[in-house]
């Protein structure tokens, strides 16, 4: 990623103001810094030169206190600035990540674990980026040029090795840069990568431990673990090293100068104030180049996550049609969905406005595929899915789905109260609802909270309070993802029974494994296996 990209200020407007208050205040610290080096330099010529005593110096040492006091409220206005900016910026950009998610849909959002810690700890890395480094980089612009047009009329010997010198330190600062973005980079995909894979690990433990193999998920996350840190320790090896070596180069270069202004002030050729001068600005030409090479390492964290940031934004989103949701007889002509050069789903049927029917067959046939198909959320890779003779790939997708409730096979419960997680917002009798789906028998209280993913219910009831979502929702068409997957009989008999309920008068499209379930539907499209 570049110091500064583009796509920075496009996507986090935030960051514009940031970078022009920066300039400023790195205009006025480099004029601070000038003033600084020129009153010491001047004191202590009146001192050694001129015998000059504490009155004498008084007004050059007022003026010391006020560039010191100036230098201060600059470094803290910087942290200020810092602070509130990177704020702003990991909020606006939170914020965008999760417009597009939404936009882009299930089907094309990645790797949930990979996307989780892009979002927290990837973004929060740009505090160090926001704090550190960037405002280094305004600094390492401007403080060398003042110094440099400062040191010109008064030393052309020095200004031309500092010159000369000074590019040094970018040269060696890319290359190592350079190996440092790619270790970065692996860091943060393993990283991505562990937190996918424990994610899926605590989502699916149940069933690890009821087939055994809990320990042998443990031991890959332990493997994992080891090479995260394994690459982390090296990260930090390689900060260091590059730190020893941007540190002797300005050792050497600020050196180099000393020694040129010693030699010719001791032959006459320059006189004790300019030296003093010349000696006490060179470091500060190169400390700006400096602390940006250190900062970088700092800051990497943070760029690699914005990247994966910009990548996820400017992901296309899929063609959506404008055109109002249509009715009639729904028809998947010739549909077939790839994944990965595979096909995942083929599919021709036809489904009748109140009809009731079931899609079986085998696990992996595609049967949650077609649901997603149907949603919106999945395009097909060819053929098509009409509604009354319309394409859906001309409808409004928001328009279509709010003729549609959804039940997926496992459905999310958000922290809030039981009458929230029904309604989802929307007016109506959550009450009548509830009684219809057979939720009304375990809710002693519609405001009672509930913890993330419904802490607190088991499987069935979370069922019911889904079925109850689309009973208060009162869509003329239901789909439902394996309704009664991972239930006992008993708790899947009385969620058939709401699903009874709910498929009177409307068109009903279940994915289902159950022969009673099976039995609920008017018909049966069986989903053949799809050859690999």
């Not at 020129?38 to 008084?58: R, Y």
């Not at 320790?233 to 090293?241: E, G, I, V």
């Not at 309920?501 to 008017?522: F, K, N, Q």
Request: proline letters at 6%.
């Amino acid at each position: 990623m570049k110091p500064l990209d583009p796509r920075l200020l496009r996507y986090a407007r935030s960051t514009r103001a940031y970078l022009a208050v920066t300039v400023v205040l790195g205009v006025t610290l480099a004029a601070l810094v000038v003033a600084q080096a020129t009153l010491l330099a001047n004191g202590i010529t009146a001192v050694f030169l001129h015998g000059a005593g504490a009155a004498d110096l008084m007004p050059t040492l007022a003026w010391l206190a006020v560039v010191v006091a100036g230098r201060a409220f600059v470094g803290w206005a910087q942290e200020v600035a810092a602070a509130r900016s990177a704020a702003g910026v990991k909020s606006e950009l939170r914020r965008r990540i999760l417009d597009r998610l939404a936009a882009l849909g299930p089907g094309q959002q990645g790797r949930t674990g990979a996307v989780v810690t892009l979002v927290t700890r990837g973004l929060d890395a740009l505090d160090a980026y926001f704090a550190r480094y960037l405002p280094q980089l305004v600094l390492a612009a401007l403080v060398p040029a003042i110094v440099l047009a400062r040191l010109l009329p008064a030393d052309l010997v020095a200004t031309a090795t500092i010159v000369l010198t000074l590019p040094l330190i970018p040269v060696f600062m890319a290359l190592v840069g350079l190996h440092t973005e790619a270790a970065n980079r692996r860091q943060f995909t393993l990283l991505s990568r562990l937190s996918h894979h424990f994610l899926d690990v605590v989502a699916g433990l149940p069933t690890l431990k009821l087939f055994g193999r809990a320990r042998a998920q443990a031991g890959t996350i332990r493997r994992i673990s080891a090479e995260q840190r394994r690459l982390t320790m090296r990260t930090l090896r390689t900060a260091f090293l590059s730190s020893l070596v941007l540190e002797l180069l300005a050792t050497l270069s600020v050196a180099l100068v000393a020694v040129g202004i010693g030699l010719r002030l001791v032959s006459g050729h320059l006189d004790l104030a300019t030296a003093l001068l010349v000696l006490i600005l060179a470091p500060e030409a190169y400390l700006p180049l400096r602390q940006v090479g250190a900062n970088y390492h700092a800051s990497a964290e943070g760029l690699a996550a914005a990247e994966e940031a910009f990548a996820l934004l400017e992901t296309p989103l899929p063609a959506a049609g404008t055109g109002s949701a249509p009715h009639g007889t729904i028809a998947f002509e010739d549909v077939v969905v790839r994944y990965r050069d595979a096909d995942a789903l083929r599919l021709d049927a036809l489904i009748q406005p109140g009809e009731v029917v079931a899609l079986t067959g085998p696990s992996g046939c595609g049967k949650s595929t077609a649901l997603h198909v149907l949603l919106g959320f999945v395009a097909p890779s060819s053929g098509r899915v009409t509604v009354g003779g319309v394409p859906l790939s001309g409808v409004d997708p928001a328009a279509w789905r709010q003729r549609i409730a959804w039940v997926p096979q496992r459905p999310w419960l958000f922290a809030g109260t039981i009458r929230e997680n029904i309604a989802l917002g929307a007016p109506g009798d959550v009450v009548e609802a509830a009684r219809l789906a057979g939720a009304d028998s375990f809710i002693p209280d519609y405001d009672l909270p509930l913890g993330d993913d419904g802490a607190g219910l088991s499987a069935g009831q979370r069922q019911r309070i889904a079925l109850a979502r689309a009973f208060h929702r009162d869509a003329p068409i239901v789909v439902l993802d394996e309704p009664t997957a991972n239930l006992d009989a008993d708790t899947a008999a009385g969620v058939m029974a709401a699903i009874r309920r709910l498929a009177s008068g409307r068109t009903v499209i279940m994915a289902a494994h159950r022969p009673e379930l099976i039995a609920l539907a008017d018909r049966e499209i069986c989903l053949a296996p799809v050859p690999a």
